[in-house]
């Protein structure tokens, strides 16, 4: 069984910065990649960005320069560093891997952009 637990989220203002966390409870070499999605009222959840097992990344082009995604094998974890936030990345954000098509979720840590 595989389990994703994010945490780091919270309440930041503009051009704030946070580094969400995701601990999975398996080995995340298992796991083809990780990603990180979210979901704000009333919009389509959207992958924002995920690694490969091989550590290539992908970024949605509304966060790229803006976000980093990272993973540490030896420590299960995944991250997603969010420089110069802005309003419209408040949502949830959901941690995910992949393994064999199938996809494990976390839970969702909320994120508020707002002065």
Request: charged residues 15%.
């Amino acid at each position: 069984q595989v389990q994703l637990v994010e945490s780091g989220g919270g309440l930041v203002q503009p051009w704030g910065s946070l580094r969400l966390s995701c601990a999975v409870s398996g080995s995340i070499v298992s796991l083809y990649a990780m990603g990180w999605y979210r979901h704000a009222p009333g919009k389509q959840r959207e992958l924002v960005a995920s690694i490969t097992s091989t550590g290539s990344p992908f970024y949605v082009d509304s966060v790229k320069g803006r976000f980093t995604v990272s993973r540490d094998n030896a420590k299960n974890m995944v991250y997603l560093q969010m420089n110069s936030l802005k309003p419209e990345d408040t949502a949830v954000y959901y941690c995910s891997g992949v393994r064999r098509g199938y996809y494990y979720w976390g839970q969702g840590t909320q994120v508020t952009v707002s002065s």
